[in-house]
């Protein structure tokens, strides 16, 4: 059996990727694969960096990595308001300032897609891991995406398992199966680690399971856990807030701390 941990959307979230990799320490798991955005929102993007580099964890470029990595302009989303959009710049900013020559050289080799491929008796199981999706690293695939659409980006990079991040929203998506000759395929989004956009305040990453135990291939054979795990927000909060980050990227998280614990 081979378990491998996909995590996404660190941003900058120390105390949040720490609890994550002790996480999947304690579970055992085998090899861990990270999908980008290291940077941005919380004050510890050198650290953050240091830690993924520490772990040899292969690592994606995510949009954000890319901006800080090549100069990028910051552009507008049309999503966001002017509270939001300034908050953002000032945010990227601080990235700029802080992060050291040796992690933005990083950053600047990060590869765009990482593939895998598991044989079994009867047929193998391709494997696509991306930041955002299979055309962009800033491009939303939300679990309701268009279903034609998905399955055209799957078939078109011979995909049978899609793994994203970049929405912050974790999903499994099961794809209705076009052939008794291939598996069903499935889309999955990670979630985020540093700066989730669910109901709960917790860090997600994804546990993807290859059983050694099927001779061919099965619902078995290749199975998806997502991982809720919790972390001292607190500790994220106040650290924004004694640092030049954005009082914004703090009260989101106290919001939705305080919501949450409200519930339950």
């Not at 491998?4 to 304690?26: C, F, Q």
């Not at 941005?40 to 960096?49: H, K, Q, R, S």
């Not at 680690?193 to 669910?198: L, M």
Request: proline share 5%; hydrophobic share 40%; charged share 25%.
């Amino acid at each position: 059996m081979l378990r491998i941990a996909i995590l996404s959307d660190v941003h900058a979230n120390l105390p949040a990727l720490k609890a994550v990799l002790k996480d999947i320490d304690d579970r055992n798991v085998d090899q861990v694969f990270c999908l980008g955005d290291l940077v941005d929102f919380a004050p510890w993007p050198n650290e953050v960096i240091e830690l993924i580099r520490q772990y040899r964890i292969p690592t994606l470029m995510g949009n954000h990595d890319e901006r800080i990595a090549f100069d990028h302009p910051v552009v507008s989303l049309a999503k966001h308001n002017l509270t939001e959009t300034e908050a953002r710049v000032k945010a990227i900013d601080y990235t700029r300032w802080a992060i050291s020559q040796e992690n933005k050289d990083f950053l600047t080799s990060l590869p765009r897609q990482f593939q895998l491929s598991f044989s079994f008796a009867d047929l193998a199981v391709n494997v696509l891991l991306v930041h955002a999706s299979t055309r962009s690293i800033d491009e939303y695939i939300y679990e309701t995406h268009d279903l034609a659409d998905l399955e055209a980006m799957m078939d078109e990079k011979k995909a049978d398992v899609l793994l994203m991040g970049h929405t912050h929203q974790s999903y499994i998506r099961f794809l209705p199966v076009s052939s008794d000759k291939r598996p069903a395929k499935v889309a999955i989004n990670c979630g985020s680690v540093g700066r989730s956009k669910e109901a709960n305040p917790f860090a997600t990453y994804l546990i993807m399971t290859v059983s050694g135990e099927q001779l061919a291939f099965g619902p078995d054979s290749l199975t998806f856990d997502l991982i809720n795990v919790s972390y001292p927000i607190q500790q994220t909060i106040e650290g924004i807030y004694s640092s030049p980050i954005p009082d914004f990227y703090a009260d989101f998280l106290e919001k939705k701390l305080q919501k949450f614990t409200s519930y339950a």
